[in-house]
């Protein structure tokens, strides 16, 4: 079985996150690139299956800059067997149809029995792209899943609703996305580190892919930041203290600001 993980290179949450306001895109200077977390749970997911069935393949996949390659071969040191890089200029401000486009053409070019990607994105945050990968390559998906059973024909999972959770399963292949109620990725091992050196790491163009920007997405429309604004400071915090009239003022000061 081949299993396809979608890793995305977000900036580190734990950093400041800045958006540049005159392309309304991130500043990626202003902290470190990383592979999204939730995508490393789903290459644990990936991984943990491989652990007990010695045949299954893992491939990881990202779009994005040249930064993504550290990120990658952490996936590979953690224990996936090769890497795609999709790295093209011409992909710079790529919204999620875009980016849908060009991850279900590496899917094609790659293969695959199960996708398995992260359910939203920490940067982003569209938690759509999972979906429009699997409509466009024409395969189930079944997405937010808080738990995963893989099986040589099919997916089994949970999904949680407003009311309760459902038990849902797809036929291989298909897409799943995963929510952080899955496990944390394990560390790589210094094994895992050497022998990433060694893996296939390929770095594939649009054209390798078979995408011609000017024909695929002419006449397809994008969406795109027309303007950012910044968050105010955060302004320090109204103390109330009881004098014996501290609920009317609460109850004023949540009228006010109509959070009442
Ligand atoms: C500052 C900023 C500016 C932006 N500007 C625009 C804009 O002008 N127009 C616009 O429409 N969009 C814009 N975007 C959105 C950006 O292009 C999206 O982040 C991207 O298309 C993926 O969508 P998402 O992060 O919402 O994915 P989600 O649907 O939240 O991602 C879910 C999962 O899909 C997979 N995935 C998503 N992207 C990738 C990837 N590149 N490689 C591998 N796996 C992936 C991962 O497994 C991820 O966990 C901007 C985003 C930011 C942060």
Avoid: C
Wanted: charged residues 25%.
């Amino acid at each position: 079985m081949k299993i396809v993980v979608l890793m995305k290179q977000v900036p580190d949450t734990y950093g400041e996150r800045i958006l540049d306001p005159s392309t309304g895109l991130v500043d990626r200077s202003g902290s470190d690139a990383v592979i999204d977390e939730i995508d490393e749970r789903a290459l644990e997911v990936a991984l943990s299956y491989k652990d007990a069935h010695k045949d299954v393949e893992v491939v990881v996949v990202s779009m994005g800059s040249t930064a993504v390659t550290v990120g990658l071969r952490k996936g590979l040191a953690m224990g996936a067997d090769s890497a795609v890089h999709v790295l093209d200029s011409a992909l710079a401000g790529a919204d999620v149809g875009w980016t849908s486009t060009v991850l279900a053409a590496a899917l094609t070019t790659t293969g695959f029995d199960l996708v398995i990607a992260g359910n939203e994105s920490t940067d982003g945050g569209g938690g759509v792209v999972p979906a429009m990968v699997a409509e466009r390559l024409g395969v189930p998906h079944v997405t937010y899943l808080e738990s995963v059973q893989i099986s040589d024909d099919g997916v089994v999972g949970e999904r949680s609703t407003g009311r309760g959770k459902l038990r849902v399963h797809a036929a291989l292949p298909a897409v799943i996305s995963i929510t952080e109620r899955l496990p944390e990725a394990r560390f790589p091992k210094f094994k895992g580190i050497m022998s990433a050196k060694k893996k296939p790491f390929t770095v594939a163009s649009l054209g390798d892919l078979g995408i011609d920007p000017a024909v695929t997405f002419a006449g397809v429309g994008r969406s795109v930041v027309l303007q950012t604004t910044k968050r105010p400071a955060r302004a320090s915090g109204k103390k109330i203290v009881d004098e014996g009239n501290a609920g009317v003022e609460l109850a004023d000061f949540l009228v006010a600001g109509h959070l009442l």
